[in-house]
């Protein structure tokens, strides 16, 4: 998450420019001076060495914030970690959400924050998506993932008199008083102002600390954050148990919202890196991997509408960046049809020797080193892993040095800094 605050002047510096230049040239294999090291994602890394909870981490932004520069400052990373993975989470109290559960909300105070999966959209309800997108979500989902918003839910099913009959001081006052002053709209109201407050309050922090980042010469990667259109339906509406169901017992059905929504997930993704002007695109991939569906099923339900979201990006002059989670060893011979040197391949696990035959001389290749690594084993090891990574991905410029998953909770300060040493070093 990234915002570029209109109200301050930003003048890179050369060390920025730098940095930025590297990591750009690393994107499109234009031969960078040096390979970068830089983070996709962390979440209680930084914290955890200052003995912060991760209650007080997602509930103090601003303490966070500065935890976040004091770590990247250390390990001088060639990027900035985007702000904003903690989530926002007083403001999703106040919004009683029940998608996730996080320290203060449901968890401990050490707990890190959870997905909670379910089927907030159960099988039948595809008629009434599709034809009604909108007001399904007003009248269905929001209820289900937000119990503030409730009473709108009530109000929608309402019908409305004549809006012309309305249209005069006698009735409209009447009309819209006599909705907001019942208790329940009244509770809503009030929460949505505090709202409004805990918004504005977390934007600032997003909008500071990247400002600061950038000042102390550190570019962000990606700004806009998007999931493939699968990922979206399977993940918030229907759940894994249920768009696995789905590809069986309505396929046709889940094919089509799909299409629905497979432009929105292009759209939102260019207004978001419009609005903060970095074409960075950040796309987590989450039920494509070898292991959730057969190569058939990715083929028909998961392929097609990742391969347009890849290309509505790239044709908008952004850079698509997928964290492959999961093996992707299986999908790889679908990536070649990615256009070249446009995309960013972030992976999780994949078999580096098969990735390298793929990948060399297209795509930058950014991870991968173990999270047990990371966390468990000893600078040396690490160094030897990223030796590994050079080696195979380090001719011709396309290769970023990460963690498999950005920077796990419990990884070793010696461990992660001995990433940037060991690029360094060889």
């Not at 058939?296 to 347009?308: E, G, I, L, N, V």
């Not at 600078?379 to 380090?394: A, M, S, T």
Request: proline content about 8%; aromatic content about 12%; hydrophobic content about 40%.
């Amino acid at each position: 998450m990234d915002s570029r605050p209109q109200d301050r002047v930003f003048s890179p510096s050369p060390e920025f420019l730098e940095r930025k230049s590297r990591l750009e040239a690393a994107f499109t294999l234009s031969g960078p001076d040096r390979i970068p090291v830089a983070p996709i994602v962390m979440h209680y890394y930084p914290t955890r060495l200052k003995a912060i909870s991760n209650r007080e981490a997602m509930y103090e932004h601003e303490r966070t914030a500065l935890v976040w520069k004091e770590i990247t400052l250390k390990h001088n990373w060639d990027a900035a970690v985007p702000f904003g993975s903690l989530l926002m989470a007083p403001a999703m109290e106040v919004m009683g959400i029940t998608q996730f559960k996080w320290p203060g909300y449901g968890l401990s105070d050490n707990q890190p924050f959870q997905w909670v999966e379910g089927e907030y959209m159960r099988q039948d309800e595809y008629d009434e998506l599709l034809s009604d997108p909108n007001g399904f979500t007003v009248r269905k989902l929001w209820p289900r993932v937000s119990k503030t918003l409730a009473p709108i839910s009530e109000m929608a099913k309402m019908a409305p008199p004549p809006l012309p009959f309305l249209s005069n001081g006698y009735t409209l006052s009447a009309f819209i008083g006599g909705i907001l002053s019942s208790p329940k709209i009244k509770e809503m109201l009030h929460k949505f102002l505090k709202l409004v407050d805990e918004h504005e309050r977390f934007m600032k922090v997003v909008s500071d600390y990247t400002m600061d980042m950038m000042n102390n010469g550190f570019p962000l990667p990606f700004s806009a954050i998007t999931f493939p259109a699968f990922d979206w339906i399977s993940d918030c509406l229907r759940g894994m148990k249920g768009s696995m169901l789905d590809m069986y017992r309505c396929p046709d059905k889940l094919l089509a919202a799909i299409d629905m929504f497979t432009p929105m997930t292009i759209e939102s993704s260019i207004m978001m890196a419009q609005q903060t002007g970095n074409k960075g695109v950040f796309i987590p991939m989450h039920r494509g991997a070898g292991g959730f569906m057969s190569d058939a099923q990715f083929k028909k339900f998961y392929w097609p509408c990742f391969r347009s979201l890849i290309y509505g990006l790239v044709e908008a002059g952004l850079t698509p960046i997928p964290l492959y989670e999961g093996d992707y060893t299986p999908r790889l011979e679908y990536l070649k049809e990615l256009p070249e040197k446009k995309v960013v391949f972030h992976f999780d696990h994949v078999d580096r020797k098969k990735a390298r035959d793929i990948v060399k001389g297209r795509f930058c290749f950014w991870g991968n080193i173990p999270a047990s690594l990371l966390c468990t084993g000893t600078p040396k090891q690490v160094k030897d892993d990223v030796k590994e990574l050079i080696e195979l991905f380090g001719e011709g410029g396309g290769l970023i040095v990460d963690g498999n998953m950005g920077i796990p909770d419990e990884a070793r300060f010696e461990n992660v800094q001995a990433m940037t040493e060991a690029v360094l070093e060889y």
